[in-house]
């Protein structure tokens, strides 16, 4: 996942320190409630830390993408937009079959989690070649995100109901590991940018990065 550090005179500022404390803001609100610390019902009640987090990660892609930067725009949409989303309505939709408050059917809240499913499948495999990508900035980076990857395989086989809740439990514990990591690269990203020089270590990157061809 490289950056371009060239700039246009008329690009904005780089956010990806902004972009991932929200994404470590969004994860830290969600995993009480995905790895089972406390009873989904909470959920309602906290919302508005993942709410806020969600808006901020929406503004961190747009501007990545009028950077046109397409590799960090698209990988802050699907890590920041679409999975830290996706995990809220996950924990919502946690609280209301925690409660049913509103007798929904129960063809109703089965067709629903069969979706819910098929989404994450969806996710599941875009995070491959996202984590292939975040090898060329950094070793853990790169395993971090697969193994989030494997904590989102496991939530959709609890949907898809070829696995019990503890297996969503264990992939909810997967994806907070990835939370960490995420808290760590929003401060190595502030400290390192605003110093302009590498001072809190990130691991070396997995791949090297591709030889430009020799100029004709």
């Not at 490289?2 to 404390?21: H, K, R, V, Y």
């Not at 990857?149 to 019990?164: E, Q």
């Not at 994806?175 to 690269?185: E, P």
Request: hydrophobic share 60%.
């Amino acid at each position: 996942m490289q950056q371009n550090t060239e700039q246009s005179p008329d690009s904005w500022a780089n956010p990806a320190a902004l972009g991932f404390i929200a994404l470590a803001v969004s994860l830290f609100s969600l995993a009480p409630i995905l790895c089972g610390w406390v009873h989904p019902a909470s959920f309602p009640l906290t919302a508005a830390w993942g709410a806020i987090a969600l808006v901020t990660l929406i503004i961190v892609t747009i501007i990545f993408f009028k950077n046109r930067s397409m590799m960090l725009g698209t990988a802050f949409g699907v890590l920041g937009v679409l999975l830290s989303g996706g995990l809220a309505f996950k924990a919502i939709q946690l609280t209301v079959l925690a409660s049913n408050s509103i007798g929904l059917p129960p063809e109703m809240i089965a067709g629903a989690t069969v979706v819910d499913a098929m989404v994450w499948v969806v996710i599941g495999a875009i995070l491959i070649p996202i984590g292939y990508l975040a090898g060329y900035m950094s070793k853990p980076f790169a395993f971090l995100i697969w193994l989030a990857d494997a904590g989102v395989w496991m939530l959709a086989a609890v949907n898809f109901g070829a696995a019990g809740q503890n297996v969503g439990v264990v992939g909810g514990y997967f994806v907070f590991i990835l939370g960490i990591w995420f808290l760590y690269m929003g401060i190595a990203q502030l400290v390192n940018g605003t110093l302009n020089r590498a001072v809190v270590c990130i691991g070396n990157p997995l791949f090297k990065s591709p030889t430009p061809p020799p100029e004709a």
